[in-house]
């Protein structure tokens, strides 16, 4: 079975730093796009950044340019969110976002999956 799990939240001050980590486990044929969304409380969830399998193509919201950094080691299965500069605003849930194929053929459906998510509070 094939799981998102995050960690890396935390309560940090504003102004800090914090390194969100997603790892898939599981049998996986393959995995497209990985990507972090939040939701913080009384809103709906939004797109943070999100990275193709090459790297090559990343798309972010505009509210976290030039602060937030997405990345991803392909080998380890894994994809991260380096936040610089947090502000209170940034607190939310962080969930993880992968499209994958799960399975060991690439005749399997590719399907969607998110992690369990990881709270991020800042505040003084």
């Known amino acids: 079975q094939v799981q998102l799990v995050e960690s890396g939240g935390g309560l940090v001050q504003p102004g800090g730093s914090l390194r969100l980590s997603c790892a898939a486990s599981?049998?996986?044929?393959?995995?497209?796009?990985m990507g972090w969304y939040r939701q913080a409380p009384g809103k709906e969830r939004e797109l943070v950044a999100s990275i193709t399998t090459s790297g090559g193509a990343i798309d972010s919201a505009d509210s976290v340019k030039g602060r937030f950094t997405i990345s991803r080691d392909n080998a380890k299965k894994t994809v991260y969110l380096q936040m610089n500069s947090l502000k209170p605003e940034d607190t939310a849930l962080y969930y993880c976002n992968a499209w994958l194929i799960a399975g060991s053929s690439s005749w399997s459906p590719t399907d969607e999956y998110w992690g369990q998510g990881t709270p991020v509070t800042v505040s003084s």
């Open positions: 599981g049998t996986i044929f393959s995995i497209y796009s």
